[in-house]
């Protein structure tokens, strides 16, 4: 009879025990890492890039004021049309951001008339071949934003005029005061 006790005793104990722990959550899904928000991200160099590259780019002296905003920024030379006088296809700026960054938008201060068409080109080597189109726009003011659909990545950021606009003297030539990159490192 003890032993029945013992065993009837030791059975509502087990039940107590197991009434009382809590009930087993269902399974979740891990939580999702957050996507860390666009920052400016401080390009090492801004070089003036034409067909060839950075050895036919217009006012090379001038180039890395677009970084600081210096006064005056960068002015291409002035070409009697629009389409650079049937001289070349294009002339830019080559930003080199140090190494491999994430760019989600390129916002340009220009100086000038709006008219300026151009090609925003990332990729990895300084190359005009070697950098892809990921947005062409045209400046309807002083501020254009280039914001990216999807983020890239990329080292070199070319800002590759394709048209420019006229200027007060009845030439076209565009001017480019500052440059900001917007992405995470």
Not at 21 to 36: E, H, I
Request: hydrophobic content about 40%.
């Amino acid at each position: 009879q003890a032993a029945a006790r013992a065993t009837a005793s030791g059975a509502g104990a087990t039940a107590r025990a197991t009434a009382t722990l809590p009930a087993p959550t269902p399974a979740t899904s891990p939580a999702r890492p957050q996507a860390t928000a666009a920052q400016l991200l401080m390009p090492v160099s801004a070089v003036a890039f034409g067909p060839a590259g950075s050895a036919d780019g217009d006012n090379p002296q001038n180039a890395d004021r677009v970084l600081t905003g210096s006064s005056g920024g960068w002015l291409t030379d002035w070409y009697t049309t629009a389409s650079f006088g049937g001289l070349k296809t294009g002339t830019g700026l080559l930003l080199d951001m140090g190494r491999t960054v994430t760019i989600t938008s390129v916002r340009l201060t220009l100086g000038g008339l709006p008219g300026a068409s151009l090609e925003l080109r990332l990729g990895t080597v300084p190359e005009l071949p070697g950098l892809r189109v990921v947005k062409a726009a045209t400046a309807t003011g002083d501020v254009l934003t280039l914001r990216l659909t999807k983020a890239v990545s990329a080292r070199y950021v070319l800002l590759w005029f394709t048209r420019l606009p006229p200027d007060a003297a009845g030439t076209y030539q565009v001017s480019v005061r500052q440059v900001t990159v917007d992405g995470r490192p």
